[in-house]
């Protein structure tokens, strides 16, 4: 399932433009990309967390866009999950 944006969308009164809330957005895209890494990588969220030394509950709340993502997050992900630093999902 492709990535909605539409949940972010800001619409003005009396106005055509369409505007996106862009922190909630960019939050939200990174973990659905994060979770389609994991799912790459054909791991649970419980082995995930296990191979990042961190609760599940961290891995879920994350991939919810609960939890603030950092890049050493990203590409320590990326690492365990055995993607390359410059891994984009496709689709």
């Given at each position: 399932?492709?990535?909605?944006?539409?949940?972010?969308?800001?619409?003005?009164?009396?106005?055509?433009?369409v505007?996106?809330?862009?922190?909630?957005l960019?939050?939200?895209?990174?973990?659905?990309?994060?979770?389609?890494?994991?799912?790459?990588?054909?791991?649970?969220?419980?082995?995930?967390?296990?191979?990042?030394?961190?609760?599940?509950?961290?891995?879920?709340?994350t991939?919810?866009g609960e939890?603030?993502?950092?890049?050493?997050?990203?590409?320590?992900?990326?690492?365990?999950?055995?993607?390359?630093?410059?891994?984009?999902?496709?689709?």
């Open positions: 399932m492709p990535f909605d944006p539409k949940p972010f969308e800001i619409r003005h009164p009396g106005s055509s433009e505007f996106y809330d862009a922190l909630p960019i939050r939200a895209h990174l973990a659905y990309d994060m979770r389609r890494a994991r799912e790459a990588a054909g791991l649970t969220q419980e082995e995930l967390g296990a191979r990042l030394r961190r609760p599940e509950e961290k891995v879920i709340k991939e919810s939890w603030d993502i950092s890049e050493g997050h990203i590409n320590q992900l990326l690492r365990v999950c055995g993607l390359p630093p410059d891994w984009k999902p496709t689709g």
